[in-house]
């Protein structure tokens, strides 16, 4: 039972706050540079300002966030291979920046890493935490259906 505890605390709040409410979580606990270390290289599409006029995926994402650093290693090497990546760009922004208020979400976000599909920057839809690159992809292709 304190493990399930646990990490539903860690997935709510992420790891570095659950930490602070359970202290034997400290040893586990990731570094900036091993959040940093864990993304491997992006295109410029992926990296930094809204594409005006366009559908995109934004992650939203937080320093110290294991299921973040868990997305940038399997699911963002998985998406960018594929051919929807082209159609639809994937970024990272982190919550906690203050251009995450320039998006217009539907709600708060609530649940890290959520991938929001923005057309125009205004939220379509949303996939809330961590879920493994094939449940992604079907949930993004969900998401596209919306669209059409």
């Known amino acids: 039972m304190p493990k399930l505890f646990a990490r539903r605390l860690t997935a709510l709040l992420g790891l570095a706050a659950a930490?602070?409410?359970?202290?034997?979580?400290?040893?586990?606990?990731?570094?900036?540079?091993?959040?940093?270390?864990?993304?491997?290289p992006v295109e410029a599409a992926a990296t930094g300002q809204p594409l005006a006029g366009s559908v995109q995926l934004v992650v939203f994402e937080s320093e110290g966030c294991v299921y973040c650093n868990l997305f940038r290693r399997h699911v963002l090497p998985a998406y960018s291979a594929s051919?929807?990546?082209?159609?639809?760009?994937?970024r990272f922004l982190d919550l906690n920046a203050p251009d995450a208020d320039d998006v217009a979400l539907d709600?708060?976000?609530?649940?890290?890493?959520?991938?929001?599909?923005?057309?125009n920057n205004r939220e379509v839809g949303r996939i809330p935490g961590y879920v493994a690159p094939e449940s992604f992809f079907h949930a993004v292709n969900h998401l596209m259906s919306r669209l059409e």
């Open 19 to 40: 930490a602070a409410f359970l202290p034997w979580l400290k040893s586990i606990s990731v570094s900036p540079a091993a959040h940093a270390a864990a993304a491997p």
């Open 83 to 90: 051919p929807r990546s082209r159609e639809v760009p994937l």
């Open 107 to 119: 709600a708060p976000v609530d649940l890290l890493p959520t991938a929001v599909l923005l057309l």
